[in-house]
Each structure stands twice: as C-alpha cells, then as structure tokens.
C-alpha cells in the first residue's frame, strides 16, 4: 500500500480499507457502553451523598437563623443563594440530558423526564449507548465550531457553550461572595474549563472535546460529572461559610474565665476596675456576670454553683465583657468572687466561677523624666507623670516654672530660665472631689556646649592629613554624650594658615567651606599649621555659642 504506483483498482482498494478503518475506530464496543453505566451510577450515588448532607446542613443553619437571626441571618442568606443557584443548575442539567435521551430514542420528553421530582431516564434503560448524532447536534451544533445560540425549535438553550457560561457562573459568585484564597483557588480548579491540547498539538475547546461525536451514554456520563462538581462545590462553599458564621465552630467544650483588671494597686478613695469576660466568647450571645457583695462567696457544691448571697449583674459591652467599677474599699488586700453564666443556643447552661483580687494602696505621686535627672533650658524634655491607682484621665500635672503638656508618650516640659522646677497634680476622685500631691523637685540647668569638628577630628586631635584637609565641606557642630537629639548649627568661622611667608585668613558666614578657603587649603606644605577660629554655632532655642578654636598639622 505504501510503495510504488498502484493500479486503479488497487487504488479502489486502498479506498475501501481506509474507509472500513475508520468505521472500525468509531464503533464502540459494548463492554466500554457499559461502563459508562457504572461510571454513571457511581456520579449519581456521590451527588446523593452530597444532598443528603447538605440537606441537614442547611436545614440546621435555617434554625439558627430563625432563632438568632443577627448572628445567622446574613450568613444564611449567602448559603440558601448559593443552595438556590446550585439546584438551578442540577435542574438544568437534568433537562439536557432528558432532551438528548428523548430525541436519541424517540420519545417526549414527559416519557424521560419527572419535572417534578427532577429525575431522569438512567443509562442503562436507553436503547441507543452509541448514538452520537442527536446528542452533537443538541449540544455542539452541526458545524465544526460549537454554536451558542438557541437551538430553533427549542425552549431553552442547551448548548454546551451555555453549560459552560453558567458553571463559570456559578463558580464566580461563590468566589465573590466567599472571600477564602483555598476555596476560591478550589473553585478555579474544579469548574475550569479551558482549551485542551490534542495529539497534533491543536487546541480542543472544552465544548468539542466532551460533547461533539461522543456516543451518548458517555455524553450522560459526563454531565453527571458536572452535576456531582456542582455539588461538591456547594459543599465546601457553605462549610466555609458555616464555618466563619460561628466563628471555626464555637461550639464551647472549655470554658475559661478571664478578668483583666486596670490595675491591681488602687488608691483609697479610688474605684477597682476590671474586664470580666470568656477567654472565648460569643458577641451575640453574651454571658450574664454576676458579683458577688463584699464577703459573698461561690458555693462549688451546689449544682449548678451559685453565690452565697446578694450580687450584682455587671454591664456589659459590645464585645460580651463584663465591665467592673466598684468603690475600692479600705486600705490593704481586697477579694471578691463571681459567676458567669453562659447558655449557648441548643445546649445545657454553663457556668464558671472567677474571683478578684485587688491591694488598696495610698495615693503618690510618681513623676520620672524619660531621658535625664534634670530639666534642660530650651528643649523639650519628656516626663512621665502619674499616680497609682489613678486613669490618665483623672490626673492634672501643673509646674511651678515652665510649661508642662501632653505628648506623644507621656509629657513635656519647656523651662527656659531658673535653676528650679516642680511639678505637682491634681486628682480627680470618684466623688468628683479633688486631691493634690506633690510637689516632685527637678534642677534646672542649660544644654551643654556642642564640640567643633572639622574633617571628623576635633580639639584633641593635633594632626590632619592633607586629603582630609581638602575633602572636608565645613565645621560641625556635635554634641557629644547627650541624650538628646539636638542639632547646632556653625553660623560663622575663619581659617587661617601662612603662605609664601605670609600670614593669611578666609571667613565663612555659614558652616561651608568657602571657595576662597577651599583654594587657600590647597597651598598647604607638609607640616604647615592651620587654625580654625572664631568659631559660632546656634542652636535650637536661637542662643549663639562660642565653640573655640581648632589648630591642625599637616601630613600628608
């Protein structure tokens, strides 16, 4: 067949070979008809399984929502649209296969299709596995591309290109509505839908590859695929956002109490104060904090526990915390106990006892400067003012020679004369009275001179070499270990060196080394000294300096 040049009726035969051939490739044995069956039923049991589930899944989330709608309600909405959506598309599926079963075996579509139950003719009750022309023709259309219209004739359009708008659909507003990268990254994986490559290398759109010449029990086989995806995404989807609604499950197997007090130091005649809530809480279902009157304990033995007398109910915030302010009592260690009462929704009442545990001090004043031991003239100095027992709110410095205001983190104070400073406050109490303390006493002294540099080397330093000498821009001025971060700027100097015999001098009216200067330096010997003087610097307060002089040997 493959040599030399045949005769015509050798031609002929090739013909027909090739054309019993290629009928051979498409006949499709019974054995693979019936697998498709198998593959079928097992798609169906697995969508099955997934109904049921979700079944009882949504209808316990429709009893949560109904009974806390403002903790369920919004949440269940997302999931009884996404239940929607999703048997919407099972329906649809359901009636693709219904028309190209009914069209392949030649009956009416009430024969294959129960719309009421939504239920379709099976498999293995269809004459015509094989046929492959009713289902194209429904699906991909007669031509060589798939085609997106209406099919003429039809009530719906059961294209296989519309199939793949409302997977994709139905995959992108999950994706949308549900802000997780794992499930949405889920998604694109499970309803994608791209182009396929085939052995030549060419690109086989989705539409073709499934449903163009495929026998048909492989064409139903295919959209109970489809079906069985839409259900395992609904799944996840509703899990996920089930999941988040009750905050990773909060169904509460421990319980622990927390209480987070202001302070455990309170002064006489303050308030103790305190957070009391569940290390896990519930923000729409808050628990009932009950505490206990002065001496009252928690009886553990009674069943449920209670306290042994009078109470009160705390008030609670929006994030379910019990806020305590009570009258701090006398001098010296205070205790008091509690219970807190939680009933989560369908199930028994839990409760938990917590105690608090308090020392009631006297009222100081504590005033610590945050860098230094002294105030310095003309800066800001920052200062921590408070007294134990007492909120920030509660508490008024004031300073005898200066100014004192609230900073970024605690205060600052400006003095800009005196050798003296004090500081007292004054605090309001829970009777709305007012208690001074103080005074706290600090010196008051002025901001020490910054040192002269010129070329990194300063008054101690007695040699410069000539590289140095010409690379420096101008005269600094550094201050040395000082906490503070404050910046002097050289408003004047003069260099001086001899050249030719002659005793020559430069100024500068800023702290740059003038052009004049720079060509003066140049002419510099070995050994040769040259003087910075008349050095002047001002700093932040607007106060000039005097930074003496510099005297340098050359070396080069």
Known sequence: MAGGKASPRQQMINMMYLVL???????????????????DKGQNETRASFEGKLSAQMANFARLAEEKPEKY????????????????????????????????????????????????????YINSKDNYDSNTNIMFGTGEEPDTETRSGDDENFRAAELRKRLEAYRDKINSQINDPSLQ??????????????????????????????????????????????????SDAIGKV??????????????????????????????????????????????EIRLGKPG???????????????????????????????????????????????????????????????????????????KMNVFYKGVDNPVTVGVPGFQDRDVVPSISNGSISKGSDGYVVKVTSGNEANISVTCTLPDGSKKTLGPAKFRVKSVPDPVAMYGGKGSSDE?????????????AAVMKDFDFDLKFTVTKFEVSMSIGGQFISKSSSSNRVTPEISEMLKNAKNGQKVFIEGIRAQGPDGTVRSLGSLAFKVVK
Do not use: C
């Open 21 to 39: 051939t290629a009928l051979l490739a498409m006949n499709v044995s019974k054995e693979i008809l019936n697998s498709f069956v198998t593959i």
């Open 73 to 124: 309600g919004d949440s269940y909405k997302i999931a009884k649209s996404i239940q929607d959506d999703a048997d919407n598309l099972i329906s649809y599926v359901n009636r693709i296969k219904a028309m190209t079963i009914a069209e392949t075996e030649g009956k009416t579509m009430e024969e294959v299709y129960d719309a009421k139950m939504d239920t379709v003719l099976g498999i293995a």
């Open 185 to 234: 990254a889920s998604m694109t994986r499970i309803f994608n839908y791209e182009s396929t490559v085939d052995a030549d290398g060419k690109p086989e759109p989705w539409e073709r590859l499934n449903f163009y010449h495929v026998p048909l029990a492989a064409t139903i086989s295919i959209l109970s695929k489809l079906q069985s995806d839409v259900r395992s995404a609904q």
């Open 242 to 287: 089930y999941a988040d609604v009750e905050g990773a499950s909060l169904k509460f197997t421990k319980l622990k109490d927390a209480v987070i007090p202001i302070s455990t130091d309170v002064t006489a005649g303050g308030s103790f104060e305190a957070d009391v809530f569940l290390a896990a809480y519930d923000d729409t279902n808050p628990p």
């Open 296 to 370: 009252v304990r928690v009886d553990t033995t009674k069943v449920p526990i209670d306290l042994t007398g009078d109470f009160d109910v705390l008030e609670m915030d929006k994030n379910a915390m019990g806020k305590v302010k009570i009258p701090a009592g006398g001098l010296g260690p205070q205790h008091r106990e509690g219970v807190i009462i939680f009933r989560p929704a369908g199930l028994p009442e839990v409760r938990k006892k917590f105690a608090l545990d308090y020392n009631v001090v006297a009222p100081t004043l504590v005033v610590s400067p945050t």
């Open 463 to 475: 040699t410069i070499k000539f590289s140095e000498l010409i690379a420096s821009q101008g005269v």
